[in-house]
DNA sequence: TTCCGTGCAAACGCTTTGCACGCAT
DNA sequence: ATGCGTGCAAAGCGTTTGCACGGAA
């Protein structure tokens, strides 16, 4: 991908058809460092092409998420949101104070993936993972109440 | 909580009215293992009581769920679950084909947990683990084409 | 030229809510 | 008697889909 905005031989090795509405969201998602919901792409899209519809935004998000150009994410009662599919496994580390978001990239599931096949008879082929916590600063906001 | 259906004092212990609404819905829960959907609940409950409404069942959850006495758990594109308060830490294993749900008793996270503290200096509290595979029905049903 | 992609509006599915009535306290 | 809980219907909300047009290959 090159940083212009024009993702034509990306797209069309992808099997994808090159549009300014799949380029436009490329360029925003090469952007965003962190996960957003369909709305927000579509809001921060507008702004440079105003006639690109909601819809739209969800028909090549879906299409990306088929072909693993991005990833989706939903939480309990939220709405999902999207990225750019992470290069490495990771999993996330979240602040439930200050929201802010670590990645951590040692996955510690690899032997126990395999212990609840033995015992279950699933093959397991997916996991989520996500660690709740307070960061180093919002515990010291805590502690002083 | 007894097992005939009446569950009047343990609702009054946790600030609510005793219905037969709510004494039938503890009594489902009670008896099914895995977690449910509203609506499965729902169709269970009509069993008993075919005047109750699926609204009712909402609400009711809803309220279980908020004193504690259920867990609301939701997946990408899926229906919210619902089941009791697990009694101890446990994990879900779903079949991405028929969402059918294992519960596993054991957690691998304490020592990454720990590892992960002292990495980010975070002070990890809570974590979200689900697997997602296929079952081993649904393995054969897959490889039948 | 041939379809795939898009804008638009409407439908969808799960869940929530407004309202008036009924029942537990 | 009081006010929470309920049935019913309708609305909400994120997301998907039908249709006809437009643009990429």
């Known amino acids: ?11 069309n090795e992808h099997g994808m058809k090159s549009t300014k509405q ?13 996960p957003q919901t369909a709305e927000k792409l579509y809001l921060q899209a507008i702004k440079s092409d105003s006639s690109i519809n909601l819809s739209t935004v969800y028909r090549v ?8 150009i991005t990833i989706r994410t939903s939480f309990l009662d939220d709405k999902s949101v999207y ?4 290069k490495t496994h990771q999993h996330q580390l979240i602040c439930m104070r200050c929201k802010k978001i670590v990645l951590l990239e040692h996955c ?8 609840v096949e033995e015992s279950t ?3 397991v082929v997916n996991h989520r993972l996500e660690l709740y916590g307070y960061c180093r600063q919002c515990q010291k906001i805590i502690a002083m109440g």
């Open 1 to 11: 991908m090159d940083d212009c905005g024009n993702y034509k031989n990306y797209l």
């Open 22 to 34: 799949r380029n436009l969201l490329l360029s925003i998602l090469a952007k965003i460092q962190t």
């Open 61 to 68: 998000l879906e299409k990306f998420t088929e072909k693993n």
């Open 83 to 86: 990225s750019l599919y992470p």
């Open 108 to 115: 510690p599931l690899e032997d126990f993936e395999k212990s």
């Open 121 to 123: 008879h699933f093959s």
